[in-house]
T-cell receptor
Framework: DTGVSQDPRHKITKRGQNVTFRCDPI?????LYWYRQTLGQGPEFLTY????????KSRLLSDRFSAERPKGSFSTLEIQRTEQGDSAMYLC???????????FGQGTRLTVV | KQEVTQIPAALSVPEGENLVLNCSFT??????LQWFRQDPGKGLTSLLL?????REQTSGRLNASLDKSSGRSTLYIAASQPGDSATYLC?????????????FGKGTTLSVSS
């Protein structure tokens, strides 16, 4: 068990481009979360999966954002038509059961130029 | 609005000191509370999880307490070391929070000097 894995660790993109991030949760964890963290702030919830079902989406998740978790394993977070305001650390977390201890990955740092 | 507040925002101590980090939450109806550590540019490392029925949890030099009635949790770090320098985040799961999202404070940035 290597923990929660995120790829890439860093991404620099031009405004208007699309980007996709990947998260591999801890293998026996069926709950998967995406959070966004900006400098000096705590992480903010974006969306949540139980197995392959996306059960909750924050109002922060605009129409340009989409997340998937095919087959209830890894998850992807796509941002279309990136804006400078999307620059942030995108964190993935998983837990073994509902409201259980959350384990986070190392995050993907997105910079939109 | 359900919020989590951490005070102070930053703290500097000499090596060897015992210290307390504070976390307050606006609603006592919580499911659990989790403390995390975050190194610069890195992800979050889980330190301690306290269920609403518990008063405290201990792991090594760390002790976290929970007082739901006053809406407070503290993280006690004994005999601080330079390697403890990091940002410490408190996060709460409220009972009536839609979904199971953690609500985070902004963190306390700790610097331990040798």
């Amino acid at each position: 068990d290597t923990g929660v894995s995120q790829d890439p660790r860093h991404k620099i993109t031009k405004r208007g481009q699309n980007v996709t991030f990947r998260c591999d949760p801890i293998s026996e964890h069926n709950r998967l979360y995406w959070y966004r963290q900006t400098l000096g702030q705590g992480p903010e919830f974006l969306t949540y999966f139980q197995n392959e079902a996306q059960l909750e989406k924050s109002r922060l998740l605009s129409d340009r954002f989409s997340a998937e978790r095919p087959k209830g394993s890894f998850s992807t977070l796509e941002i279309q038509r990136t804006e400078q305001g999307d620059s942030a650390m995108y964190l993935c977390a998983s837990s073994q059961w509902d409201r259980g201890e959350a384990f986070f990955g190392q995050g993907t740092r997105l910079t939109v130029v | 609005k359900q919020e989590v507040t951490q005070i102070p925002a930053a703290l500097s101590v000499p090596e060897g000191e015992n210290l307390v980090l504070n976390c307050s939450f606006t609603d006592s109806a919580i499911y659990n509370l989790q403390w995390f550590r975050q190194d610069p540019g890195k992800g979050l490392t889980s330190l301690l999880l306290i269920q609403s029925s518990q008063r405290e949890q201990t792991s090594g030099r760390l002790n976290a307490s929970l007082d739901k009635s006053s809406g407070r949790s503290t993280l006690y770090i004994a005999a601080s070391q330079p390697g403890d320098s990091a940002t410490y985040l408190c996060a709460v799961r409220y009972l009536d929070q839609a979904g199971t999202a953690l609500i985070f404070g902004k963190g306390t940035t700790l610097s331990v000097s040798s």
